[in-house]
């Protein structure tokens, strides 16, 4: 998947036109590399297209714990969205697209490495419990 392949995704799944759909990206993918290991999120950017490698850096190696709630409002926060559900379908529709884009061991490493609640944004559509 290239860069422009991996953001019309994204802007498909969250009802975006694909340049806002670059604010959705960023915002998402940042706030998911503070929340895994460095050598988790250097893995998955290996697999992603170059234009998304760059909010996936990370310079400390442990992850930042960060719960569902803190989660939704670091990506609300960063994305300049109005409230906690329409952040979270914008992280899911770029979840999803990351799901697509690297290998299913990638994935499943990434997974592993989320707290339970956040995985919510890895289900489909829906009302999220917090």
Do not use: C, W
């Amino acid at each position: 998947m290239n860069d422009a392949e991996f953001r019309e995704a994204v802007a498909r799944r969250a009802g975006l036109p694909p340049t806002e759909a670059a604010t959705i990206i960023g915002a998402t993918l940042t706030t998911l590399a503070e929340r895994i290991s460095g050598g988790r999120a250097r893995d998955l950017a290996k697999q992603l297209p170059d234009e998304v490698r760059g909010y996936l850096h990370r310079e400390e190696e442990f992850a930042e714990p960060l719960d569902l709630v803190e989660f939704l409002h670091e990506v609300r926060t960063r994305a300049g969205v109005g409230d906690d559900q329409q952040s979270a379908m914008y992280a899911r529709a770029v979840l999803a697209t990351v799901r697509d884009a690297v290998s299913a061991e990638e994935f499943k490493s990434l997974v592993s490495e989320l707290p339970e609640d956040v995985r919510q944004l890895l289900q489909p559509v829906g009302r999220l419990r917090a």
